[in-house]
């Protein structure tokens, strides 16, 4: 599995079982859509993986991720990924309350 950052600064992630091949086919143009449109790539992430099936998961899992964590990923900083990981939506984050707080307080004023 791996992440490119694509000229324009977006990130592409995909898996493949021969990395350098592959590479090279992106910076060809012979890659994905996004990517030939955005030449040329760097590689920046990558993880190994005994099973093809493995690191298509893998590749599946990061695509949802937002580029905040994908960042926190590749950096190593765990303690942030794992921050960006924790759920928000209304019935589970302890950061929602205090987000609706500071909306309203917002609305008040406008």
């Not at 324009?8 to 910076?27: A, M, P, V």
């Not at 143009?29 to 760097?42: E, I, M, Q």
């Not at 309350?97 to 008040?108: C, G, M, Q, R, V």
Request: glycine letters at 4%; one cysteine or more.
């Amino acid at each position: 599995m791996y992440i490119l950052e694509c000229s324009d600064g977006s990130f592409y992630t995909g898996s493949t079982i021969d990395l350098l091949k592959r590479f090279d086919e992106h910076q060809a143009g012979l890659g994905a859509n996004h990517t030939s449109k955005r030449l040329p790539v760097k590689l920046i992430y990558f993880e190994e993986f005994d099973r093809i099936d493995e690191a298509f998961n893998r590749e599946k899992q990061i695509q949802g991720w937002s580029r905040a964590k994908k960042l926190a990923l590749m950096q190593k900083n765990f303690n942030q990924l794992h921050e960006l990981a924790a759920c928000l939506n209304n019935s589970h984050s302890s950061r929602y309350e205090f987000e609706k707080a500071i909306k309203a307080k917002i609305e008040e004023k406008h």
